[in-house]
């Protein structure tokens, strides 16, 4: 089991930057594929990128392609979302998650961080 901690979230104006990082508790976080989900007021949690175990594979949700990069650094148990071009539609508690490997759906991850806050101001 991994305990994940979020962090990185704020407030910040449409067209910034943010970068969340997500930290792991365990040596062994190098087994598990990771993964970012994004939950707005009202909405469903959703997928927003993933990243395999080896780092060597991304996927992104569609709407934030081109703008949003997940990074992972193993030796420091460690995964990044780096989040450009930022748009009030991303406003939204973010959320790591760990797994087997890479999905979209959310209760195909064992482990999810407490989540931080993201807020695009118009």
Same mark, same amino acid.
């Given at each position: 089991?991994?305990?994940l901690?979020?962090s ?14 997500c ?8 087994s598990?594929a ?5 939950? @707005? ?6 997928? #927003? ?5 080896? /780092? &060597?594979s *991304?996927?992104?949700?569609? %709407? ?5 990069t ?6 420091k ?20 998650a @760990? ?6 759906? #959310? ?5 999810? /961080? &407490?989540? *931080?806050?993201?807020?695009? %101001?118009?």
């Amino acid at each position: 089991q991994v305990q994940l901690v979020e962090s990185g979230g704020g407030l910040v104006q449409a067209g910034g930057s943010l970068r969340l990082s997500c930290a792991a508790s365990r040596r062994t976080f190098s087994s598990d594929a990771m993964a970012w989900f994004r939950q @707005a007021p009202g909405k469903e949690r959703e997928f #927003v990128a993933g990243i395999s175990r080896s /780092g &060597q594979s *991304t996927y992104y949700a569609n %709407s934030v392609k081109g703008r949003f990069t997940i990074s992972r650094d193993n030796a420091k148990n460690t995964v990044t979302l780096q989040m450009d071009s930022l748009k009030p539609e991303d406003t939204a508690v973010y959320y790591c998650a @760990a797994g087997l490997r890479v999905e979209i759906r #959310v209760d195909r991850y064992e482990d999810w /961080g &407490q989540g *931080t806050q993201v807020t695009v %101001s118009s």
